[in-house]
C-alpha cells in the first residue's frame, strides 16, 4: 500500500497490514480483529456507563475499574502483535499496540521517545494522545476534571506493554484533555521505577474494590442497627429452635391488640423482644415508647406514665403529657412492671379496660389507645398471693405471656449473637476486631451466662475496647469472672446443678459419623459445611454466614475457595 504517511505518524510502520486484520461478517454478527470477535460500540454508550461508574463507585473505584477494562484489551492485543508482524523486529511488532489503539477508534498516538530492550526488561516511552475518545467523553458529561481522565486508555497502554515485555510496566497521563490541556501526553516505565509503585499495585487488583464494596456493606448494616437497635425484626439471632417458635408465636400476637407479658431472667432482651413484637404489627409506624417503672423517679411515677397538670403539685410549672400520651397509636412498654405503686397499678388497669385516664391534678379525663406490653422477671404470681400486686391487674396482663428462655438454652445462638455485638461495637469504637479466640468460645460455650444476652453484650463490647483492629478477642481478657477451663466448674448453675453437656462417647459417634460419610480431611468437612450452610439459608450467603459464627466476607471467601459461588 503507498499511501502517504502523515508526518507525525513516520515511526510507526505502515498500518495496512493491521487494516486488512479486520473482518466484518455480517452474516453471523460478527467482527473480527485478527483471531479475537470486537464490537463496535457508541463512544456515547460507554460514556454513559463511565457515568453510572462514577456516580456508584465514586472516583478512585471508577478509576480501578476502568483501568482494568482497558488492561484487558490491552493484554489481548499484545497476544496478537507478534503474529500479525511476522519477522518484524521487536519496535515494529509493539507499534501494533498504539497502532490498533487508533485503528480501533480510540485514540491518536505519536511517539515521542521510545527504548525498549525485551531482554533487559528496559522500556521507557512517551506518546501524545490526541482525540481521546474517553477525554471526549469525560468533558461531555462531568466538565473539566482537576485529574487526567483517561483511564481506560492507560490500562490498554499498561496491559499491552506489559504483556508484551513480560514485566510490569504502567503509564501515566501528565497531561490530559479532560483537565484542560490541548492533548494528551503519557509516559510508560516499568512499576518498579515509579515512587508510587505499591499504591499503583492495587489497581490491579479486584479484591481491593470488592473487599470496600463488602466492608461498607457491612459498615452500612451495622450503622442501620446502631439507628434504632431495639426495634428491627432482624436484631433477633434465632437460630435456635426456642427463639424460633417463639418468633412463629409472636408473629401470632402481633396483629392482634392483646396485651403481652414479656417474661424470663434479667438481661434476655425482654425490651428487644418487645419493640420486635411491635414492629411485626399493625401499629409499626407509630411510636414505641419504653419506660422502665424502676427507674422512674419515686413520687413521680404517675406523672411519668399519665402526664400532669400545670400547679398539680410543687414543681409542675408547665402541664406536659406522659409516658401513655406520647405512646398514643403504638404501644407502650412497661419494663419492670411489678415496681409500680399500688396507687399505679389502679390507674394502669383503668387505661386497660376503659381506655381512658387522667393526668395528675386534671379534671378531665383523656381518651388514648395504647397496646401494651408488660415485662418483668418477678414471679407476678406470688407477688399477688403476697397482696404485693393487684390481681386484677395481674390477669388482665397475664393473657399473653412469651417466655423468653435464658442464654444458655438457646446457645446455638451465641455465634450469631458474637458477630451482632462485634458489629455493633466495632462500628460504635471505629474498630476492626475481627472476631473470638477458639479459646474463648469455648469458655462461653460452657458457661451459664447468669446475665444473659446483656452480659455477653458487656464482655464483647470490653473486648472490643481490649483488642487490637484485625485480632481476635482473648479469653483472659474478656472472662476475668468466667471459670476457667475446668469442665466441672462451669456447668454448675446458679442454684447448684449442673448443666447437661455432651458427653465424650457423644462427641466420637459425632466424629464416627463425619468419617462414615467420607469426610475425612478438613476441607471435605469445611466444603461439606459450607454446602450444608448455603442450602439451609436458601442460598442468602449473609444467612449461611450467620450460622456458621463467620462474618459474610470470610464466608464468601471460603465458598470461592470451594467453587461454591
Ligand atoms: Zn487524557
Given at each position: ?12 510502520p505502515d498500518i495496512g497490514d493491521l487494516r486488512t486484520s479486520i473482518r466484518f461478517d455480517a452474516g453471523t454478527g460478527c467482527i473480527w480483529l485478527e483471531q479475537q470477535r470486537v464490537m463496535l460500540l457508541h463512544t456515547a454508550a460507554f460514556g454513559a456507563l463511565r457515568d453510572e461508574l462514577f456516580e456508584s463507585l465514586g472516583t478512585k473505584n471508577s478509576w480501578g475499574v476502568l483501568f482494568r477494562m482497558g488492561r484487558k484489551s490491552g493484554i489481548a492485543d499484545a497476544h496478537m502483535a507478534r503474529r500479525m508482524r511476522p519477522g518484524a523486529s521487536d519496535e515494529d511488532a509493539f507499534a501494533v499496540g498504539p497502532q490498533l489503539h487508533a485503528l480501533e477508534g480510540v485514540v491518536h498516538v505519536t511517539q515521542v521517545k521510545f527504548e525498549m530492550d525485551v531482554d533487559s526488561g528496559h522500556y521507557l516511552g512517551e506518546y501524545i494522545w490526541r482525540n481521546s475518545f474517553e477525554a471526549e467523553q469525560h468533558l461531555a458529561s462531568q466538565g473539566p476534571s482537576k485529574e487526567p481522565v483517561c483511564w481506560q486508555q492507560i490500562g490498554y497502554a499498561s496491559g499491552y506493554t506489559s504483556e508484551f515485555m513480560k514485566v510490569p510496566v504502567v503509564f501515566k497521563e501528565v497531561e ?390
Amino acid at each position: 500500500m503507498s499511501q502517504r504517511k502523515p508526518d507525525h505518524e513516520h515511526q510507526f510502520p505502515d498500518i495496512g497490514d493491521l487494516r486488512t486484520s479486520i473482518r466484518f461478517d455480517a452474516g453471523t454478527g460478527c467482527i473480527w480483529l485478527e483471531q479475537q470477535r470486537v464490537m463496535l460500540l457508541h463512544t456515547a454508550a460507554f460514556g454513559a456507563l463511565r457515568d453510572e461508574l462514577f456516580e456508584s463507585l465514586g472516583t478512585k473505584n471508577s478509576w480501578g475499574v476502568l483501568f482494568r477494562m482497558g488492561r484487558k484489551s490491552g493484554i489481548a492485543d499484545a497476544h496478537m502483535a507478534r503474529r500479525m508482524r511476522p519477522g518484524a523486529s521487536d519496535e515494529d511488532a509493539f507499534a501494533v499496540g498504539p497502532q490498533l489503539h487508533a485503528l480501533e477508534g480510540v485514540v491518536h498516538v505519536t511517539q515521542v521517545k521510545f527504548e525498549m530492550d525485551v531482554d533487559s526488561g528496559h522500556y521507557l516511552g512517551e506518546y501524545i494522545w490526541r482525540n481521546s475518545f474517553e477525554a471526549e467523553q469525560h468533558l461531555a458529561s462531568q466538565g473539566p476534571s482537576k485529574e487526567p481522565v483517561c483511564w481506560q486508555q492507560i490500562g490498554y497502554a499498561s496491559g499491552y506493554t506489559s504483556e508484551f515485555m513480560k514485566v510490569p510496566v504502567v503509564f501515566k497521563e501528565v497531561e490530559c484533555v479532560g483537565k484542560g490541556d490541548s492533548h494528551c501526553r503519557i509516559i510508560g516505565k516499568p512499576l518498579n521505577e515509579w515512587d508510587d509503585a505499591e499504591e499503583l499495585k492495587k489497581l490491579y487488583s479486584q479484591d481491593s474494590l470488592a473487599e470496600e464494596l463488602y466492608s461498607l456493606q457491612s459498615e452500612v448494616q451495622s450503622l442501620r442497627g446502631m439507628i434504632s437497635p431495639l426495634v428491627e425484626i432482624e436484631s433477633i439471632v434465632g437460630q435456635s429452635p426456642r427463639i424460633a417458635a417463639l418468633l412463629k408465636m409472636m408473629e401470632k400476637a402481633a396483629n392482634t391488640d392483646v396485651t403481652a407479658l414479656m417474661l424470663g431472667e434479667t438481661g434476655v432482651g425482654k425490651e428487644v423482644f418487645a419493640g420486635v413484637l411491635h414492629k411485626m404489627g399493625a401499629r409499626r409506624d407509630d411510636p414505641f415508647v419504653a419506660v422502665n417503672c424502676a427507674t422512674l423517679p419515686e413520687g413521680l411515677v404517675e406523672a411519668e406514665l399519665f402526664g400532669v397538670e400545670k400547679g398539680a403539685f410543687t414543681g409542675a410549672e408547665v402541664s406536659r403529657a406522659g409516658r401513655f400520651e406520647r405512646a398514643h397509636g403504638g404501644t407502650l412498654f412497661l419494663d419492670e412492671i411489678a415496681e409500680l405503686t399500688m396507687e399505679a397499678q389502679s390507674k394502669l388497669l383503668r387505661v386497660l379496660q376503659e381506655g381512658e385516664f387522667d393526668r395528675v391534678g386534671d379534671t378531665r379525663t383523656r381518651k388514648v389507645d395504647v397496646r401494651l406490653i408488660a415485662a418483668t422477671n418477678a414471679d407476678l404470681g406470688a407477688l399477688v398471693r403476697e397482696g404485693k400486686f393487684r390481681a386484677d391487674l395481674y390477669y388482665r396482663i397475664n393473657i399473653f405471656p412469651i417466655e423468653i428462655p435464658p442464654l444458655r438454652e438457646r446457645m446455638e445462638d451465641l455465634p450469631g449473637l458474637i458477630i451482632k455485638f462485634l458489629d455493633r461495637f466495632n462500628s460504635k469504637y471505629g474498630r476492626k476486631v475481627s472476631g473470638v479466640m477458639d479459646k474463648a468460645m469455648a469458655r462461653f460455650r460452657g458457661y451459664h451466662w447468669p446475665g444473659n444476652v446483656r452480659e455477653l453484650e458487656n464482655i464483647i463490647e470490653r473486648g472490643v475496647i481490649l483488642t487490637e483492629d484485625g485480632e481476635l478477642i482473648e479469653a483472659d481478657s474478656v472472662c476475668p469472672g468466667m471459670p476457667s477451663d475446668n469442665v466441672d466448674e462451669s456447668r454448675v448453675t446458679r442454684t447448684g446443678g449442673l448443666v447437661p453437656t455432651a458427653a465424650n462417647g457423644e462427641q466420637s459417634s459425632v466424629f464416627q459419623a463425619f468419617v462414615d460419610q467420607g469426610l475425612s480431611d478438613f476441607d471435605s468437612f469445611e466444603k461439606a459445611l459450607l454446602q450444608g450452610a448455603l442450602e439451609q439459608a436458601a442460598g442468602n450467603v449473609n444467612k449461611a454466614a450467620r450460622s456458621l459464627g463467620m462474618s459474610a466476607p470470610q464466608c464468601r471467601y471460603r465458598l470461592k475457595k470451594f467453587g461454591l459461588n
